[in-house]
């Protein structure tokens, strides 16, 4: 088994921290999950559904890193993920998100950083 040491040094630290863990496993999903799209639905080479399934592996490791418990973690994901795929369809497939998208992005935001970030008691930081 392998042993990952995902403590803290700090809570500002402990933010920017696992905020780049979340954008780099939304990065890693929506990526992986985009280029099996288009293997399948466009007709891309199987080199597409190959990387698309590596790094869709990828995307399974970067979550245990997160200092967190893993339905914590999970659940944020789910709301960072939302965020994400409203972003990767404006970059990449040009659909701008329009104000129902863009208010429903920010109650889930509300949500998980409510979830994953708000102080508990068996959570201290120094």
Do not use: N
């Not at 497939?93 to 920010?106: C, E, F, H, S, V």
Request: glycine share 12%; hydrophobic share 50%; proline share 3%.
């Amino acid at each position: 088994m392998v042993q990952i040491d995902s403590g803290c040094i700090s809570r500002k630290k402990c933010f920017l921290y696992t905020i780049l863990l979340f954008i780099l496993a939304g990065i890693f999903e929506i990526g992986g999950g985009y280029l099996i799209w288009l293997w399948l639905r466009e007709g891309r080479g199987l080199e597409f559904a190959f990387l698309g399934a590596i790094i869709l592996f990828l995307y399974g490791i970067v979550p245990t890193f997160q200092p967190s418990y893993f339905h914590r973690i999970y659940a944020t994901y789910g709301g960072i993920f939302v965020v994400m795929s409203l972003l990767w369809g404006w970059v990449f497939d040009k659909t701008l998100p329009d104000t129902y998208d863009l208010i429903g992005a920010m109650i889930i935001l509300i949500g998980v950083s409510i979830i994953y970030y708000w102080p508990r008691k068996d959570e201290i930081y120094d």
